[in-house]
């Protein structure tokens, strides 16, 4: 019989080898089968193993804290690799394993002064922003009426939505170059001269769309899942549909609407192609972190310890703001939402 | 949102570098002041368009603006190995009827052959692009290696050795100085490697693309000759530098290139150079002002032109064999579309003028088209660079442009693939170069279906 | 005016029909109960009526309107859900109050309103709990708090207290009779508890196998059923059958006779199967038979098994020597089986002969065929009014 | 609005995505098809020359389009195995980015599985692991390329002398096809398990915790909740994370093109972008060559609806 | 052999103690019942024997066995949820035979006992449904058929008939006491329903307020009572209380008043207050004081309501005279009401003047300050022991 005490000490890792006497709190009622144990002799590696088999949970413990380790190793070395890089002097990137070349920290200063890459980097917060927020709404509705409703062409349609992901973006690339150079007499007031190229729309129109059908199908499953019974509830409360769903389905389905807007959020933050093209490169012209990043590169050189440093700027703290947004997304939408 | 640059503005696509020379602080020179001087209207400003230095990113971006018909960018500063196919399509001003004539003979008796067919209309030969500064292939190599294995270098600046001696040379300077390199130079499957450091091989032995130097800008109705004997050769010999005694090689040349060449383009092929672990560097002019400078190796760089594989006199083709340099280089375009089109012929008008290519010279170390002027620049203001006008002047006189047609991205393609896999070894040079040769038929044979 | 009609509703699922061809009137003001097997269409209706279910056949009225079709916020219904259905992200607060708060009412009048129904259903001091920290029985207070704070013209409540204690249920009962006449609601209401649907409702709605069954006042429903579905379903232990022939003046079943002019009785006639029915309190020891004023002949008996209730103790009784089969295993179907329900303190014990007798004046006679009612109470054999009865103890 | 249908409620819901879809890809789709249908015309402003059918089509899958790398450049012949290839495996865009996309799916979705669930467990510092293992796909794809670039230039990162001398990789990794191709599904993994641990922990969140309460009283070991329990509830989200990455690496492009470019692992997209910007104006080709992609993922993952059409739950 | 034993099992959630220091033990195959009122920590209960929750302190024992800390599946039991939890992406055979599968039986195997299962809950022929398209009381029973299959040694069933209709309860019943038989089970069981906890149980544990109140078989708790709150609880209607004073040879209500003699009651004096309980059915109308053994004196009262149930009614009696406040209302506390079950054929009407006697033997005291019982059944007074009873109708 095994001990109750290891079951609730989350400490436990399993993995280090203990005093057998230290088990018995209640003062070894097994004592025989202990000193039998003794005289084995056993190592502390074929103890674990015994223990192990008595007690699975350990194992599970210990497989969890290998496969968290090889996880975060995996992950963060070329992070590592990346930061070493950024350390190393320009000209000097020969070699490098573990150590920099060099030491450099001013690359992380030198980024900003070589172009103004903060500006880049706010650029594409907004527009991963306005992007997130067109995607996360656009692509509610159309989860709404995928996942909860009964109509004819349902399926068909959501694998219409699919199209747009099936196709390179460079097919798309001509003819929307075409539409967003097209001078709309009704957009002179809000862009100048009537186009779309060079401003944020350039960017958030197209991105928006590419990255909605990703979000119309997690959105779909999650709010497919969500019983029924509570959005009766809802509707016989007073609310409407549309109400059932920002009340109700949203913030049951938190973890999907999280997950679509963090993904849809990176996406457009890091998106290569249309960032590329629909603005001219210019900070002040709306051109995301993609063009700032480039802009390390010579014709003949490139700075390449520039646009680590540059990566490292524009990733983690986007990255970590993400997570932590994500988690309060979670919690705020589960917990209280509706608190006025 | 508002954006648009003031009515007398003009608007310029640049790399970072060219942008850093535009404008100055202060009273200190400047391009802008320079166009200015030379009679541009005070009124009339460059604004810069930076761009991504990477001149395929650059052309994406050219290609993006003129094929919506967008201005501006009123001004485009195109790659002399692209600047063809925009003027085919139409995307460009013909300067020949809009320019004053006087600008336009002084470019045409001055301006270096080379460069300047690179932005003419291969049919009328009408000029569209100003050339902004050429660039040339160099090929660089530390004297004191080389004096110190017993070489005498002192004739190699304006008399290029043969391959087999530069190679043996090479070999022996490196032991000699325990370096891990000898030759570095380009040979990853990019454009750098068909437009120029194999263009350079293969002339230097008598070899030619499409049968010598007269058939470079006409599409359609031409020979092609990859698969001749002297292109072979020009592999075989690569393959000896790379691989030492092997399959498909040259006997009697020295193993001298890393093989990491074959994916390497001009920083990697540098980086080595630069930091003395190298003897010799295949590079562009810009390699000069950085390793010829007192701080780096300053008189211990050589400087010299591509090594010679045979004559010229014994060259299968029409201005090939001898020595060569690859000719790269920006030109200045004006967008049909702009609305400013008129400003924007005053500005390059005014780049014309000799102190302003002086200016862009002196301020950015770019060559001046006008090659003649390297010599008239002052040594203190353009930097190493004058030390070595006569390796410039000779590499101006054996300048190879790539046959850049609207076909040749398509062609340079193709090639450079080709190249690298025999030079990898995948393929057999030979077969290598059978198959381009029949892609590039199909690639030319396009022209005269499509009746272009 | 809450009236609530239905007119022809049903509703199918594929091929599965959840509702039959419903018609019934619900008064304004009235309080309905539905009553009804297992998966006989009892909450189906009660969604049709909310308009959380479209009828595929039918139309549904609410006062003056139709409202098949319109959507649930606009009929004014407040509904407690059988599968509770509490808002998991909202705590109780929350959940009492979001059909107030979707309405804009002042934060005064909420907090007012929702504390009166936690005080209504005891959950006062529980308001900030989360569903997921509370007992089965907690969480369905507050989906009946949920409702009651709303004040609606039409309240839809589906076994609200199926979880819920004996007590708590007896508070429950008469806090709900209580809201009925001080709001004049309209109820309708689903239970299987024979006890609230008797005693709260005004009528009660017998439904099975998404059919109506008879819709009459609980005693109506409990005295006269219309057939013999009602008449097995209502009461609890069951009334217990017979099968029967009709003879020449009277009724003949396996193992005792039952003196009737079958003359009196439309749409039978002798030689007709029927089926007698007689409710476990209406069979009483023949000891007692004096104290009836129309007993049947004695019949003998044996006592199988007994079940003590506490307040009251069910025999289960053979008619017929029968070995193997115990009777608790299936009471109200054999005609050789009779369920009698006595005081505790009579001294019957398993195992016993006894003679009993049954009250002729609470016979009920079925059409075997059809199962309809033919006759309640046999008072044809004799002249005395079935008086005063007593109850001794 | 609450008095239309369900039908008619559910197109109003389904408008706006559909009003950007048409203004942003049905359009142009329709403008590259048309495109697809025409000669190329290198020179003179009208970038397209005459109709001419499905030519373009013909030419990609015969392998005699104008393109630096074919798309499919196969033969057949009557000895075993019946096929011959034109040019080698890895330089037929269409199998390049098949194995490709298999591949990498295939291992993302263990890895993401493994990553969600470490993810789910109950630990302190729970949140920086997730920050760490969120942040692969947070960098943006030209980084991606040049940490594996660099990593495996042969001066400058060890990755190539280490694979070189245990032997599994050749000096110049990334001007060799296999080596290359390896590089890049490496990267890829790296960065795109996160996108599918995202999805999947998405999934693992949203399962019911008293459906374990059941298994576990029923007597389910945790392998056996996981899958009976755990496994099919979140299928629909590992399904749509699975069908997006499919789709993704099926367009791979930017990937390769910053490590090893896209001569060395050419992939279908790679094909699209060379002749959509090689310079030579080829927008017809280009466009068949797109819609021949468009073409083939559309199969890949009609597939894959086929395939879990009846999955519990699932999307269709 | 499946003993379970709990020793000083105590949970807190937080600062709220569900489950306070219980101690009991359920012998191999014994049927015990947990009643109690909503969230007095039955459900938790059950939970530490299943597995599914550590109790804060105390150890569980099944069989010889400690189980603390074992993993439920270590723990032979199987458990109906409260809240069903059906699995959503299962069909009704693939979330029978759940359990079962994860053995590894042969698939004849399974097909058979999940038959079987489905047969004993009534589901036959509903094998593929999908729990959403199921009815609440389908879907109970799909959860009662997902534990019954598994033939463990111990059942835990928390409130499993809920949402059944009386029949179906009956039915169900039976099913479960057959299986109890059948397999020698050992059967924990949480229930509201008096009824069901009466008839199935070996004993009934007696919960409140997370402190067990008394384990002791049905009839023991329904007439010994412990206290005043099991026998408030137990019995429904539930047993009326009326607060009184102990005199010199008796006990004084507002009232009426008691002959008793003090001296015989141990813990209590002259002077104390008591509360006297009594149950409705101890209740009769004057006429019949004759037929009881030992009834008190007559006590004056008027009827207020009258609540017909059928088989009897409920008679609501204010004893004082007191205007505005209707008993129903909150029948069981105030002394000056009083609750009497009668039979139906019984001629009284509402807000009629009667005399009413209490049954002496019946009357249960207790300690009004601790709530202690005190007593069952006052005989002192006269000799003759309450003979046969009997019911008239
Ligand atoms: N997770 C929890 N956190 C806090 N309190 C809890 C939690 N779970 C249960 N409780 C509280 O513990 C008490 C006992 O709950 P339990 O579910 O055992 O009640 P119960 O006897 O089953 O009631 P019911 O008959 O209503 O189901 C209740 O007061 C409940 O509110
Ligand atoms: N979504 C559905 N798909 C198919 N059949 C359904 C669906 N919903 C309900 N049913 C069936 O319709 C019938 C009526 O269901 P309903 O829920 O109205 O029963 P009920 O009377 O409320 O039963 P209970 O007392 O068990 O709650 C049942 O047989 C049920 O199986
Ligand atoms: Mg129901
Ligand atoms: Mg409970």
């Known amino acids: ?340 | 949102l508002g954006r648009g640059p003031g009515s007398n503005t003009v608007v310029m696509t640049a790399d970072s570098g060219v942008e850093g020379i535009i404008h100055s602080e202060g009273d200190q020179p400047s391009v802008q002041q320079a166009l200015w001087d030379a009679g541009l209207d005070e009124d009339i400003r460059i604004e810069i368009q930076t761009v991504v230095s990477d001149s395929a990113s650059r052309m994406q971006t050219a290609q993006a603006a003129l094929e919506a018909g967008r201005a501006p960018p009123d001004i485009h500063m195109m790659d002399s190995g692209w600047t063809v196919p925009f003027v085919l399509r139409n995307q460009t001003v013909n300067l020949t009827e809009e320019l004053p004539g006087e600008t336009l003979s002084y470019v045409n008796e001055n301006y270096l052959d080379a460069i300047l067919e690179t932005a003419r209309h291969p049919e009328s030969s009408d000029l569209h692009g100003l050339p902004l500064f050429p660039d040339l292939g160099f090929t660089l190599y530390r004297e004191d290696y080389l004096e110190d294995a017993g070489y005498d270098t002192s004739s190699w600046a304006t008399d290029p050795p043969q391959w087999e001696e530069f190679a043996n040379a090479v070999s022996d300077a490196r032991e000699q100085a325990g370096l891990d390199y000898g030759y570095t130079t380009q040979a990853a499957a990019y454009e750098g490697l068909s437009c120029c450091t194999f263009n350079e091989v293969m002339t230097s032995w008598g070899g030619a693309y499409f049968g010598g130097v007269n058939n470079l800008f006409t599409a359609g109705d031409r020979p092609i000759t990859v698969d001749e004997q002297p292109v072979i050769d020009a592999i075989r010999m690569m393959r000896s530098f790379i691989e030492g005694e092997n399959q498909n090689t040259l006997d009697g040349y020295a193993q001298i290139c890393p093989s990491p060449i074959i994916q390497w383009t001009e920083q990697q092929s540098l980086s080595p150079f630069d930091a003395g672990n190298a003897v010799a560097n295949r590079n562009w002019s810009f390699a000069i002002a950085q390793t010829g400078a007192e701080e780096a190796f300053g008189e211990n760089l050589g400087v010299t032109t591509c090594p010679i594989g045979v004559p010229e006199e014994e060259a299968e083709f029409d201005g090939t064999g001898g020595t060569a340099a690859a000719l790269g280089g920006w030109n200045l375009v004006v967008s049909p579309f702009s609305d400013r089109k008129e400003e924007a012929l005053q500005v390059l008008e005014a780049f014309a003028s000799e102190e302003v290519m002086l200016t862009v010279f002196e301020l950015g170390g770019y060559l001046p088209p006008n090659l003649d002027l390297v010599a008239e620049a002052s040594p203190d203001d353009v930097g190493p660079v004058a030390r070595y006008g006569d390796v410039v002047q000779a590499a101006s006189d054996n300048a190879i442009p790539r046959p850049a047609t609207d076909l040749w991205p398509e062609q340079s393609a193709l090639v450079y693939q080709s190249v690298n896999s025999a030079y990898r070894g995948a393929k057999a040079p030979e077969a290598a170069m059978n198959d381009l040769a029949q892609e590039l038929e199909q690639s030319e044979s396009e022209v005269q279906t499509n009746g272009n | ?393 | 609005m609450e008095g239309l249908s369900e039908t008619a409620y559910a197109y109003l819901l389904l408008l706006p995505a559909f009003a950007l879809l048409t203004l942003v890809a049905f359009y142009p789709m329709i403008r590259t098809f048309v495109m697809s249908l025409r000669a190329d015309q290198t020179r003179g402003i009208d970038p397209l020359g005459g109709f001419i059918g499905i030519e373009n089509y013909i030419d990609i899958l015969t392998g005699n389009a104008r393109l630096a790398r074919q798309f499919l450049d196969i033969g057949l012949t009557s000895s075993f195995p019946f096929i011959e290839f034109g040019t080698p495996f890895f330089q037929q865009a269409l199998f390049v980015t098949l194995a490709f996309a298999i591949i990498s799916v295939v291992m993302e979705t263990l890895i993401g599985f493994g990553q969600a669930y470490v993810l789910d467990q109950d630990f302190r510092g729970r949140r920086w692991v997730r920050v760490a293992i969120i942040l692969p796909w947070a960098v943006p794809i030209v980084i991606q390329g040049m940490i594996f670039f660099l990593m495996f230039q042969p001066t400058v990162g060890f990755g190539s002398d280490l694979m070189q001398s245990i032997g599994v990789f050749s000096g110049t990794p990334l001007a060799n096809s296999r080596d290359a191709f390896i590089i890049i599904l490496v990267a890829d993994i790296w960065k795109s398990a996160a996108f599918m641990a995202l999805l999947i922990l998405a999934g693992l969140q949203s399962v019911d915790r008293s459906l374990y309460d059941v298994a576990r009283v029923a007597g389910a070991s945790p392998w056996q909740r996981f899958k009976l329990i755990t496994l099919p509830l979140v299928m629909p989200a590992l399904l749509v994370a699975m069908l997006f990455r499919t789709m993704d690496a099926m367009r791979v492009f930017g990937l390769i093109e910053s490590t090893a470019g896209c001569t060395t692992v050419p992939s279908l997209t790679c094909l699209v972008v060379e002749a959509m910007f090689g310079g030579t104006r080829i927008y017809a080709t280009a466009a068949a060559v797109a819609f021949s992609t468009a073409l083939v993922i559309g199969l890949i993952i009609g597939g894959y609806v086929v395939l879990f059409r009846d999955t519990e739950g699932g999307m269709y």
């Open chain 1, 1 to 340: 019989m095994s001990d109750p005490n290891e079951h609730t000490d989350p400490n436990d890792t399993g993995d280090r080898p203990r005093d057998p006497t230290l088990r018995r709190p209640d003062g070894g009622r097994n004592v025989l089968k202990e000193g039998r144990d003794a005289e084995l002799d056993r190592g502390p590696l074929q103890q674990w193993a015994a223990n192990s088999i008595e007690n699975p949970e350990r194992v599970y413990r210990a497989l969890f804290y290998v496969a968290a380790i090889f996880f975060l190793f995996t992950t963060l070395f070329p992070f590592y690799w990346l930061l070493m890089v950024a350390l190393t002097p320009e000209g000097q990137l020969q070699d490098i394993v573990f150590t920099p070349n060099g030491f450099n920290p001013g690359a992380f200063i030198e980024v900003f002064e070589v172009i103004p890459f903060h500006i880049y980097m706010f650029n594409s917060f907004i527009i991963a922003l306005a992007s997130t927020a067109v995607v996360l709404v656009v692509a509610s509705l159309a989860g709404y009426a995928f996942g909860r409703l009964e109509f004819p062409g349902r399926t068909p349609l959501m694998l219409l939505v699919l199209i747009i992901s099936f196709f390179p973006p460079a097919a798309f690339f001509i003819p929307l170059n075409d539409l967003f150079n097209t001078s709309f007499f009704f957009l002179e007031p809000i862009t100048g001269d009537g186009t779309l190229y060079n401003t944020p729309f350039a960017l958030v129109t197209p991105l928006s769309a590419i990255f909605m059908p990703l979000a119309i199908f997690i959105l779909t499953t999650f709010y497919s899942q969500i019983p029924d019974g509570l959005e009766d509830a809802a509707r016989v409360e007073g609310t409407t549909r549309l109400g059932a769903l920002l009340r109700v389905i949203i913030p049951l389905s938190a973890p999907g609407v999280a997950t679509a807007g963090v993904l849809t959020f990176i996406a457009v933050y890091n998106e290569f192609f249309f960032s590329f093209l629909m603005t001219d490169g210019q900070p002040q012209n709306w051109a995301p972190i993609l063009d700032g990043i480039l802009a390390y590169q010579g014709q003949y050189e490139v700075l390449y310890h520039l646009m680590a440093a540059a990566s490292i700027i524009g990733v983690i703290p986007v990255a970590i703001l993400v997570v932590i947004a994500q988690e309060k997304i979670v919690s705020g939408l589960t917990a209280g939402a509706l608190k006025e």
């Open chain 3, 1 to 393: 005016m809450a009236r609530v009609r239905l007119e022809n509703i049903t509703k199918r699922y594929g091929d599965e029909t959840a509702v039959d061809d419903i018609s019934l009137e619900v008064e304004d003001g009235e309080f309905v109960t539905f009553v009804g097997p297992s998966g006989c269409g009892k909450s189906t209706t009660m969604e049709t009526v909310a308009g959380l279910t479209e009828p595929t056949e039918g139309r549904v009225y609410i006062g003056d309107d139709e409202v098949t079709g319109l959507a649930p916020k606009d009929r004014g219904v407040a509904m407690v859900f059988q599968n509770i259905a509490l808002f998991p992200h909202m705590d109780v607060y929350e959940n009492i109050s979001f059909g107030l708060r979707l309405r804009k009412y002042d934060d005064e009048e909420v907090r007012r309103r929702v504390e009166e129904a936690a005080d209504i259903v005891q959950l006062e001091g529980m308001l900030d709990r989360m569903p997921a920290e509370m007992s089965g029985g907690q969480q369905q207070r507050v989906g009946i708090a949920r409702a009651i704070v709303r004040n609606p013209d039409v309240f839809l409540m589906d076994e609200p207290l199926a979880n819920l204690d004996a007590k708590l249920r007896v508070h429950m009962r008469t806090e709900l009779q209580r809201l009925h006449r001080e709001l004049n609601a309209t109820i309708i209401y689903v239970t299987h508890d024979q006890a609230e649907a008797m005693t709260m409702s005004n009528r009660i709605a017998v439904l099975n196998d998404g059919k109506l069954q008879q819709i009459a006042p609980p005693l109506e429903c409990y005295n006269e059923p219309t057939n013999l579905f009602v008449a097995g379903f209502i009461g609890s232990p069951s009334m217990n059958f017979a099968e029967g022939t009709l003879v020449e003046g009277g009724l003949e079943t396996n193992n005792f006779n039952i003196d009737l002019d079958p003359g009196r009785l439309s749409g039978v006639s002798v030689g007709d199967e029927v089926t007698l029915g007689v409710r476990p309190e209406d069979v009483h020891l023949r000891r007692y038979a004096d104290s009836l004023a129309d007993p049947t002949d004695p019949i003998d008996a044996r006592s199988d098994v007994l079940e003590p209730m506490g307040d009251e103790v069910f025999v289960y009784l053979l008619l017929a020597e029968e070995a193997g089969r115990s009777m608790a295993e299936d009471p109200a179907t054999a005609s050789d089986q009779l369920l009698m329900s006595i005081t505790p303190d009579t001294d019957v014990h398993e195992g016993q002969d006894l003679e009993v007798v049954l009250d002729r004046s609470k016979l009920h006679l079925f059409d075997a065929a059809t199962g309809e009612a033919l006759l309640h109470g046999l008072v044809e054999r004799s002249g005395p009014e079935s008086g005063e009865a007593s109850k001794a103890g």
